[in-house]
């Protein structure tokens, strides 16, 4: 008796954890991977916000310039999570007349569209693209000036040295400017490396605060393990790895992967340390 209890409680935990499984991800939603353009296209219009993003992920990974039109009315879309993949969708299609839109979209409410918009602009690395991340310099948000100067640097357009070396020395926030220098040391070579380096340390000595001290890279890891649980040796780090590894979780989906979403950023140890996190639950 008290098996077959056993077994009809365990009946009913599997049979909840489905139906709450298919809330969350309708059939329809997970098959888009087997869907046409055709019907991606309408999905873009699915009453369901969890399905016109996972069509906006599709027609980016399609690379068809038939979802560029719909991808582009998809920018007004009321879910920033729609927004966002759209952003991305538009980058991987690498349309060079979409720039102009993506621009537009570093105004946008959510802070995490305007990264990936920037991150669009970058793959289509236009002369309009790079205005517009130029114009990213002085976005009033800070993670967006940080991705604009690293984008300006893999870019390696040298239209962009004199708006960085504006916000290397101007800008209120040390990881901005630091985040410029480092933009300006992809263009200019070793040698600017040092002559940075020297920069550097004649600035910490009028002003202590210049380079991210330990306890503000220790502010920031402290943050990560309270909201999502990852536990970082965060001297390992540099405070623009761990401000990326911030957003990257912010935005992490249930289906990502540690490698899919930080591999490129954690040590190995830290990999190991946290893998149970992203251990699909049975």
């Known amino acids: 008796m008290h098996t077959g209890e056993n077994n009809q409680r365990g009946l009913i935990k599997g049979l909840s954890l489905i139906l709450f499984f298919l809330f969350l991800f309708p059939a329809h ?15 873009l219009r699915a009453d369901k916000p ?14 068809d310039a038939r979802g560029v039109e719909p991808l582009l009315t998809a920018l007004r879309d009321d879910d920033e999570g729609v927004r966002r993949e759209v952003t991305k969708a538009l980058g991987e299609i690498e349309d060079p007349h979409t ?5 537009e979209m570093l105004n946008d409410a959510d802070e995490f569209v305007r990264v990936n918009a920037l991150e669009a602009l970058e793959r289509i690395r236009n002369d309009e693209a790079v205005n517009l991340i130029v114009g990213g310099l002085k976005n009033a948000n800070p993670l967006v000036r940080i991705n604009a100067c690293a984008s300006l640097g893999r870019i390696g357009n040298k239209k962009a040295i004199p708006s960085l070396e ?3 020395k101007a800008d209120p926030l040390p990881y901005v400017r ?9 263009f200019r070579g070793e040698a600017t490396v040092k002559a940075l380096e020297t920069e550097r340390i004649q600035r910490v000595v009028a002003d202590e605060k210049e380079i991210p001290s330990i306890a503000e890279l220790a502010q920031v890891a402290e943050r990560i393990k309270s ?21 990257r979780m912010r935005l992490r989906y249930s289906q990502d992967t540690l490698e899919s979403l930080l591999g490129d950023l954690l040590t190995q140890e830290d990999k190991e340390r946290n893998k149970h996190l992203f251990e699909k639950k049975q």
């Open 99 to 103: 720039a102009k839109p993506l621009g």
């Open 227 to 247: 909201k999502y649980g990852l536990i970082l040796n965060y001297k390992k780090y540099d405070i623009m790895d761990l401000l990326d590894i911030e957003a």
């Open 178 to 186: 630091f985040a410029a220098e480092q933009a300006l040391v992809l």
């Open 166 to 168: 504006e916000v290397a």
């Open 50 to 63: 969890l399905v016109r993003r996972a069509a906006a992920e599709q027609l980016g990974k399609s690379k």
């Open 29 to 43: 939603a997970l098959l888009q991977e087997k869907k046409g353009v055709g019907e991606l296209i309408r999905d």
